[in-house]
């Protein structure tokens, strides 16, 4: 099996990523009334490390990944395909994003977990961290979590 964490970079590409986000993470119930926008500054940001999860050839994953100026490395929008989820993927796509985090040179690696997402980090080795209270993250009942890398 092929699988790999691959940096967005053609319009396919993008167009995927957008897929992802849009019927994962920016649903109705999970976001009501927020509107996704492909054009959003986080993501035109070159130091935002957009990356999609390719299975086969087929992208089944996406995040992002944002350094701080401190050295952390945020990991933010993880998702995997509806369809395709508990079937290990999620697990794929934290270990490769931790092996590139870990190339970036970076001590830490955290992130804002939606609150029905910390079951899945918690597995995967992540612990509850208040590592920056003003990031908002995922929203109000997000959780502050974090992995040494
Ligand atoms: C959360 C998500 C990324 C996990 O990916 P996945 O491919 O479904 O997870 P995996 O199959 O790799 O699961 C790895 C382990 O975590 C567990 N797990 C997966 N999702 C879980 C969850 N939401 N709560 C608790 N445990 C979870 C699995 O049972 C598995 O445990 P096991 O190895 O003991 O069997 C994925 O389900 C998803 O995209 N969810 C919707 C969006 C989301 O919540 N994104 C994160 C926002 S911060």
Redesign the pocket.
């Known amino acids: 099996m092929s699988i790999e964490l691959k940096e967005v970079t053609t319009e396919v590409d993008w167009e995927a990523l957008h897929t992802l986000r849009e019927t ?2 920016f649903t109705e119930a999970r976001h009501p009334g927020v509107v996704y926008d492909p054009a959003h500054p986080h993501d035109t940001n070159p130091a935002h490390t957009k990356l999609l999860l390719i299975k086969e050839g087929e992208p089944v994953g996406c995040t992002r990944l944002d350094p701080r100026p401190d050295g952390l490395v945020v990991v933010r929008l ?3 395909a509806n369809h ?8 794929d ?1 934290e270990r490769l994003a931790l092996d590139r985090i870990r190339a970036m040179g970076s001590p830490k690696a955290v ?4 609150a ?2 910390v ?2 980090y918690e ?2 080795g992540w612990t509850r961290e208040d590592w920056d209270l003003t990031d908002g993250g ?1 929203g109000a009942t997000s959780v502050q979590m974090s992995k040494a890398v």
């Open positions: 994962v993470l993880v998702a995997i395709l989820q508990r079937q290990g993927l999620g697990r796509l992130l804002n977990a939606a029905d997402a079951g899945f597995k995967c995922a």
